[in-house]
């Protein structure tokens, strides 16, 4: 797989992040809030959970990645299993585009066990990353995101089967919902499996994390593309 478009995307979008914290520059934080919401949420795929299930059998903390890009001024979100990218083993990255039209409806499984939070909490979540990300936005520059981690867990208690989609979209939140200062939420990758009208899921995951900062738990050099896109020219 040619990841040269990939790495060029990835470190386009750290360029920017770059710009808009060390020269404070008002028209990279437009651009940055206008990337952010060029659509609503990005589909993954029943095959695609499969795919990083076969890579992410043997992991003991099975993760997906999930590395901001940008493409001639369109955001892009490239997905690749923690086991590849540790491996530095490109071969399988998943590419994404937020989306506004929504996969087709499908009824949920009455017996699905799912977590942590209700579906009014990710509306709720989704709610404060579209009315308050330019302001959050000012209290992230010392460490804007540039990856979020995802346990793979919340795609697969989706228990999609063949040919079905779930939707992932961006929140803000604090853990807790109690804070009133902006500077304690981070943003946070949510999944659901409906969000109709008629049609939405009374569960959604959400237990994702944004990078930086890395850990000494989960160090950057458990992401190789990243390193490959900081090195490319």
């Not at 900062?213 to 989960?218: G, H, I, Q």
């Amino acid at each position: 797989m040619n990841i040269t478009p990939i790495c060029h995307a990835i470190k386009s979008w750290k360029k920017l992040i770059d710009t808009y914290r060390i020269h404070d520059d008002d028209e990279s934080g437009k651009k940055i809030l206008r990337l952010l919401n060029q659509g609503s949420h990005f589909s993954v795929t029943a095959s695609e959970i499969q795919q990083w299930a076969e890579r992410l059998a043997n992991a003991s903390n099975p993760l997906i990645h999930v590395y901001a890009g940008v493409d001639n001024e369109a955001f892009k979100l490239f997905l690749i299993d923690s086991v590849s990218d540790a491996a530095k083993d490109f071969s399988y990255i998943v590419t994404k585009e937020m989306d506004r039209d929504l996969p087709s409806s499908h009824t949920p499984d009455p017996q699905q066990v799912c977590t942590p939070i209700s579906s009014e909490s990710a509306i709720y979540r989704n709610f404060m990353f579209n009315m308050y990300c330019h302001a959050w936005m000012a209290t992230q520059k010392e460490n804007f995101f540039q990856i979020i981690s995802i346990p793979f867990e919340d795609y697969r208690n989706m228990e999609l089967k063949n040919g079905q989609s779930c939707i992932s979209f961006f929140g803000l939140t604090d853990g807790q919902s109690t804070s009133v200062s902006l500077d304690k939420y981070h943003i946070e990758i949510i999944t659901m499996k409906d969000l109709e009208i008629n049609s939405i899921s009374s569960t959604a995951e959400n237990c994702s994390t944004p990078r930086p900062p890395f850990t000494a738990e989960d160090p950057v050099e458990n992401y190789q593309l990243l390193q490959e896109s900081h090195a490319c020219v």
